[in-house]
């Protein structure tokens, strides 16, 4: 019981003292429709979200892409999956272009014929200041029959999830105890 009230009190004032180092992209989490963002890519909502109602997704060939200001030093994130709806040889492929080039998230090859990423996290730090283009893109590559889709969405900031993971634990440490002082009251009144 004292475990669970020190851990849910750590892990609430942990939250409460950490400022969030990591920068927001705009409208990363498409909650407020697609602008800035420019392209082809959709906004869906739903459960398929990792955070909030809404989140991007590109199909097929599809790509979106903003202008940002990045500034050096600081910590930037998002959360990515990828749905492969495709089989090798035909390998689509997600990719973002950020300020240090272009990354693979994921294809047809790492997560297997018609296979799901699951949510995943993404995170990066500038090494100098850059303004300019931040695109993600899929490619259907070797065919244009079978689509592989590319969900993107904002990150849960580390002090939101930490206190809700310290309120959890305190309300289990405060529900234990009540069963605790039921379970001592049966007893003497036994």
Known sequence: MKM?????????LLASAQVATAASVPNMGFESGL????GSGTVQTGLAAFSGNSYGQLVGNQTLSQVVNLVAGQAYEFVWRFIAGDYMP?????VVVKDGGSTVLASVATVGNYSDSGWNYFNWIPQSDYSG???FSVSNI???QLDSKL???AAVPLPGAALLFGSALLGAGA???RKMAVKKDAMVAA
Do not use: T
């Open 4 to 12: 669970f009230q020190k851990l849910g009190l750590a892990a609430v």
């Open 35 to 38: 602008a800035p963002w420019s």
């Open 90 to 94: 035909f390998n689509d492929a997600a």
């Open 133 to 135: 283009e931040l695109k």
């Open 142 to 144: 070797g065919d244009n």
């Open 151 to 153: 969900l993107l969405d």
């Open 175 to 177: 529900l234990r105890r």
